[in-house]
């Protein structure tokens, strides 16, 4: 834990610092003095449906390629955090009128693996997953970050494993709920983040796990899609 805490504040000083050197632009196209530019903040501006299997689906707010592709990994990959705060905006518009008006909405990330956030250095849906949390209180309703899920052993990005079948048989080893926050759910809306959806193994069984976990309403949201290239139309998960 004080290792996390560490490597954080170093990370924190690392960003203000680069920043001050070599200003970001644009996340999406690069274009100087945007976090993102009216063009590519657009782009995260629509509401696709991606179905997961059985009565599941996510939403999502864009096609995960190009100036999209290019946002999400340089906010994801290579610690442009000042994103955050701009994808929140865009996922919390996709749950507005799906979360009730009372009761405590639940924010839940998918879980990363301890790899993947030591080499980020941050568990990236959960910083997104906070400022979500932040945006609907100041939008006058009541929500809770929870990361009530984790992740156990070792495998590559979902993005580089075989087909959905492999992605299922990963996702259903080793995704768990954590015990002590089973009382926080229980009855209650949640709301599942994402990065990118692909089969949408993961999201199915963070889903079905949270509700077995006694959560009411759950609700799945992603920045992104990814298109199956192998079949026209068809839609696609990657995290980690």
Not at 67 to 72: F, K
Not at 214 to 220: E, L, Q, T
């Amino acid at each position: 834990m004080i290792i996390h805490v560490a490597l954080g504040v170093l990370r924190m000083f690392a960003t203000v610092l680069g920043d001050l050197l070599l200003p970001h632009g644009c996340a999406g196209c690069g274009i100087p003095d945007a976090v993102l530019c009216g063009r590519c903040g657009s782009l995260f501006g629509d509401v696709h449906e991606r179905p997961l299997g059985g009565h599941e689906s996510c939403l999502t707010c864009a096609v995960y390629e190009g100036a999209v592709r290019h946002a999400i990994l340089s906010w994801k990959d290579h610690g442009y955090e000042a994103c955050d705060d701009r994808f929140a905006d865009s996922l919390v518009t996709l749950v507005d009128g799906r979360i009730p008006p009372r009761g405590v909405c639940c924010v839940v990330p998918v879980p990363s693996s301890d790899k993947s956030i030591r080499r980020r250095g941050r568990w990236h849906t959960r910083q997104l997953s906070r400022a979500m949390v932040s945006l609907i209180r100041r939008r006058g309703r009541e929500a809770l970050l929870v990361p009530a899920l984790c992740m156990r052993g070792n495998a590559g990005k979902s993005v580089e494993i075989g087909h959905g079948g492999q992605r299922v048989a990963r996702a259903n080893r080793r995704i768990h709920v954590r015990g002590r926050r089973q009382t926080l759910l229980r009855g209650r809306t949640v709301v599942v983040v994402d990065d990118i959806v692909t089969t949408g193994a993961t999201m199915a069984r963070c889903a079905n796990i949270l509700r077995r976990s006694g959560a009411g309403d759950v609700i799945c949201v992603a920045l992104a899609h990814a298109v199956d290239r192998r079949h026209e139309g068809d839609r696609g998960e990657g995290h980690g």
